[in-house]
């Protein structure tokens, strides 16, 4: 199942209530803040905030847990791989592999930070329309090719996925059944060759109507932003919390280095 990470935006919530453009340039820098933490203790408070900013978004926790789970998927090979390839001083050996416990460490810092990120941007993309954050991203003067690019790769990833199941529908209905022989793997093959050439004819058609229709590369909707005291109350929480990260992890960072860790 496609996961369309506006799909609740209309549960009301301090942060859907939130001007979206303040939202991202508060949020933004408290992501920013996180990504440069050194220290696992911080990393660690990142992501109990992480976790109350979900709790503050009013997400279904099934929602949540389904998205997190592709991420998942991507992070636990760290702790299989970095403590093994940690270029420093092993602790000792499994299976004839190295162990380091700074490897181990380092794949907890990244772990963490990364969850923490996740589930932040979650909150932020989740708690209001795609379109209207791609707005609110021009708005802060990002890149218009950048907030074009996210918006059609969101959008026609759908596209994409379901011109697939159509596919394997027609592929089923004529009888195809997958096994473990080279045949199949000859029809998946052309599968995938089909569903590529078909998608860049589609992107073809859909690009002539826009032209047709006025495209000049900028997003246009019948939106407009205004902002309230309390959206500017929520940023200056969000940004002191993010200079307070960024300080308690120099702190620490500074007393590990004294004890001599790194």
């Known amino acids: 199942m496609a996961l369309d990470i506006d799909r609740y935006a209309h549960t009301a919530s301090p942060l859907q209530r939130w001007d979206p453009r303040v939202k991202i340039f508060s949020m933004g820098l408290l992501i920013l803040s996180i990504a440069l933490l050194k220290t696992i203790p911080m990393a660690v408070s990142a992501l109990l905030l992480a976790l109350v900013i979900l709790g503050v978004s009013a997400l279904p926790r099934h929602f949540l847990v389904h998205g ?7 992070l636990i090979p760290f702790f299989l791989i970095m403590p093994f390839t940690y270029p420093g001083e092993a602790a000792f050996s499994i299976l004839g592999l190295p162990f380091a416990w700074e490897g181990l460490r380092l794949a907890s810092l990244i772990f963490l930070k990364a969850l923490a ?7 932020i993309f989740g708690s209001s329309r795609f379109d209207i954050s791609m707005l609110a991203l021009q708005h802060l003067k990002c890149p218009k090719v950048v907030v074009q690019m996210l918006l059609f790769t969101y959008r026609y990833t759908f596209v994409f996925l379901d011109e697939m199941r159509r596919m394997h529908t027609s592929m089923r209905a004529r009888g195809f059944v997958a096994r473990t022989d080279l045949k199949t793997l000859r029809i998946f093959g052309h599968f995938i060759g089909t569903l590529l050439v078909r998608s860049f004819e589609r992107t073809e058609r859909v690009y002539k ?5 006025g495209y000049q590369g900028e997003l246009h909707l019948l939106v407009t932003f205004q902002s309230a005291g309390s959206d500017y109350i929520k940023a200056f929480v969000i ?3 993010a200079m307070i990260i960024m300080y308690g992890d120099l702190g620490g960072g500074l007393h590990t280095a004294e004890q001599g860790w790194y």
Request: charged letters at 5%; hydrophobic letters at 75%; a positive charge.
């Open 239 to 241: 940004i002191s919390i």
């Open 68 to 74: 997190l789970s592709f991420v998942l998927v991507f």
């Open 117 to 123: 990120i996740v589930m932040i941007t979650f909150a």
């Open 209 to 213: 109507a826009m032209l047709s229709k």
